[in-house]
């Protein structure tokens, strides 16, 4: 489903992204309030080590949640967050506002400020694979900076971002309403989301609502819902194969897995089952 909002970067912002990047070697990069990794420092991709962790080890989706519960947390707080992901390295995010409205976020992230490798994440990997030197090789290779060094890059990323809102670097087009709306519905995907609480939450009227989705998208609320939380359940499928049909309708909010494929089968016209096997 694609939404009504167009974010607009200048070109600064592409250049500031990739000296950043360069000089420091660290990824940076801005999200969508949904969580979709729209610009990138030198188009970097993740690192060797976070690409083990994710393929090897955790699986993709524990990344994906660790992001999401971070982009949570610092929207909620209105500010800069700082913190170890959960496989031991630094990162920081940040929500960017226009006119008091969320565009998305900028982060930066993949350095060490140890050089040892996480105990939890070492045990975890000896306890899956045994020998551990392509993954301590992977490690060793991640930027290092000291505690001091970390603060200064912390404090320059702070700085980086309040120029690039200040001097409005990036801004968007579209219906904010309707993006406030969506960006809800997404911040909440694995709880039931009602017409009456999306209603409370923007202080609109149930009927405004109603019309607004039946201008933009042509059909109701609540089938809206059901499509955005079917392309999460799709891009999940894509993503991380390895996850049970269950785990995934669980993601999205539905408790009853039989339930999440019935309705999935009406809305897209195949089981999740065989879009998984399609999709594969």
């Not at 933009?216 to 049970?244: G, R």
């Amino acid at each position: 489903m694609k939404h009504v909002l167009k974010i607009i970067f200048k070109d600064d912002v592409q250049k500031i992204f990739d000296h950043f990047s360069s000089i420091f070697d660290i990824r940076i990069l801005f999200y969508s309030a949904e969580g979709n990794i729209i610009k990138v420092g030198l188009n970097r991709p993740n690192s060797r080590f976070c690409q083990l962790v994710q393929n090897k080890l955790y699986g993709r989706q524990a990344c994906l949640d660790t992001d999401q519960q971070k982009r949570n947390e610092a929207k909620a707080k209105g500010k800069t967050i700082h913190y170890l992901c959960h496989a031991g390295l630094k990162e920081a995010l940040t929500p960017i506002y226009t006119d008091g409205e969320l565009l998305g976020f900028m982060g930066i992230g993949q350095f060490r400020q140890h050089h040892d490798i996480s105990r939890n994440v070492l045990n975890d990997w000896n306890q899956k694979h045994g020998d551990p030197s392509s993954l301590l090789e992977a490690h060793a290779k991640l930027p290092y900076y000291s505690k001091e060094k970390a603060e200064a890059i912390l404090e320059l990323f702070s700085i980086l971002v309040n120029h690039i809102v200040s001097q409005h670097m990036i801004t968007a087009k579209g219906d904010f309403l309707f993006y406030k709306i969506i960006s809800y519905i997404h911040s909440n995907i694995e709880n039931p989301v009602t017409l009456d609480e999306v209603s409370s939450f923007i202080e609109k009227s149930n009927s405004t609502i109603s019309h607004l989705f039946r201008k933009k998208l042509q059909m109701s609320f609540k089938e809206a819902v059901i499509n955005i939380k079917f392309d999460k359940a799709e891009e999940y499928f894509q993503t991380c194969p390895d996850m049970k049909i269950r785990e995934v309708a669980d993601k999205v909010g539905y408790s009853d897995p039989l339930c999440f494929s019935r309705i999935y089968k009406k809305y897209r016209g195949m089981t999740p089952s065989q879009y998984k096997k399609k999709y594969s």
